[in-house]
């Protein structure tokens, strides 16, 4: 990382940006590393249990649009405060009154989407902040906040078997609280911020062929991350019978790998080209996944392809988001709500897929088949679209290197 980076752009808001992102995902993914405790104790089946873990990342999904929405109409300051008290509300109600039915986790989960929607803030909040020689950088860099699925996966079971799953709800009101205060006084909104954006250019959005293509391929790397991530405690204590904790540990290390790979994939596609790089995490992933579909004996087998094929979906997401600002610069805040409501769907997708058919099949390897077909067909899109953007870009101020 060069010293330039430092220099042309605000560390605070990207430590704020980072830290917010990190701690909304954290809480964002709760329910995924409870899912066994949780199910256990409310008598959830298996699709019960995926559509549980996956109602927050499509609530999170389309929130991200409203999000992104006030971040252009508002500022994404303070569409961020605003959506840090609303989890902060949601998770109080849900320690205080608890949580005793199917029904209500779901409703706690409609509330924790806005911690999921944290995305359409922490990005447009660092990269206004960036020339395009450092988006990759900076966007990977606050995109790293993923990693916030690393410390519930890491912890939130183990707390629930000391304290019991609805306190570790108001145990996680310490760092959400913590970090809003960090947030208010470090971030700061970029002072040339692009216009508004209008609700027709949502629409026009819409109907551009590129803002399509983009939201598949991030269905598919932030899609496949989250919708695993969710879906991983569960599948270890049903495939391998492990304990809810150390199917806890095993998640951790495959998202900790995911998380930590995004701002690598951003350096990487700096380095090499957004296209190259993501044309090589669709086919680690895609190769991982279809291995582990085999219904593999052994668990460190298993968890170590995972690994691997998190990693590649992690370095993807990096690689993406190298790509977006320099193909919508001036519409940023529009495409990151666009793209990043994409990849929640994708996720809740996958997640409540997975358990659908955990439940009518008794097993995971048509899901994670079908996921891998999934992360070939947008292996085979990419290469088809890859001649014409990288003609088409340039005159958009796009350098033919970064593609």
């Known amino acids: 990382m060069s010293t330039s980076f430092w220099k042309s752009g605000h560390t605070p808001t990207l430590f704020s940006a980072f830290l917010y992102f990190d701690i909304s995902f954290m809480v964002w993914y709760l329910l995924g590393p409870l899912a066994v405790q949780i199910a256990t104790n409310l008598e959830l089946d298996a699709q019960q249990r995926g559509i549980m873990v996956a109602t927050p990342i499509l609530s999170g999904a389309l929130l991200r649009l409203l999000l992104g929405f006030l971040a252009d109409r508002l500022s994404p300051k303070l569409a961020g405060v605003i959506g840090q008290l609303i989890v902060i509300l949601s998770l109080s109600i849900a320690w205080l009154l608890g949580i ?24 447009p909040l660092a990269s206004q902040w960036y020339p395009p020689e450092h988006q990759g950088t900076a966007l990977g860099i606050a995109g790293a906040g993923n990693s916030g699925t690393v410390l519930a996966a890491l912890f939130a079971p183990g707390l629930a078997y000391l304290f019991g799953w609805q306190n570790v709800f108001g145990l996680a009101l310490i760092p959400l609280s913590i970090t809003l205060l960090v947030f208010l006084l470090l971030a700061r909104n970029a002072p040339d911020r692009p216009p508004p954006a209008a609700l027709a250019d949502y629409a026009r959005a819409l109907r551009n062929t590129d803002s399509a293509w983009f939201m598949f391929f991030y269905s598919i790397t932030f899609g496949g991350f989250i919708g695993l991530a969710s879906a991983l405690p569960g599948y270890f204590s049903d495939e391998y019978d492990l304990d809810p904790v150390r199917a806890g540990y095993y998640t951790a290390a495959c998202v900790m790998v995911g998380s930590l790979m995004r701002p690598v994939g951003g350096m990487l596609a700096d380095r090499v080209g957004g296209i190259r790089a993501l044309l090589m995490m669709y086919a680690i992933a895609s190769g991982c996944i279809a291995i582990v579909g085999l219904n593999l004996s052994d668990a460190w087998a298993a968890l170590s392809l995972f690994v691997i094929a998190m990693l590649g979906l992690g370095m993807g997401n990096g690689a993406v988001f190298q790509l977006v600002p320099q193909r919508f610069s001036r519409e940023m805040g529009v495409m990151t709500g666009l793209i990043g ?13 997975l358990g659908a058919i955990k439940q009518h099949s008794g097993d995971y390897q048509l899901g994670l088949w079908l996921f891998a077909a999934l992360c070939i067909l947008a292996w085979a899109g990419l290469f088809g679209v890859r001649h014409r953007w990288r003609t088409a870009w340039v005159p958009l101020g796009a350098g033919r290197a970064r593609l």
């Open 100 to 123: 005793d039915s199917y029904e209500q986790t779901l409703l706690l989960g409609l509330g924790l989407g806005f911690a999921g929607a944290s995305f359409a803030v922490a990005l």
């Open 341 to 353: 409501m994409a990849g929640g769907v994708g996720g809740f997708i996958l997640a409540a897929g």
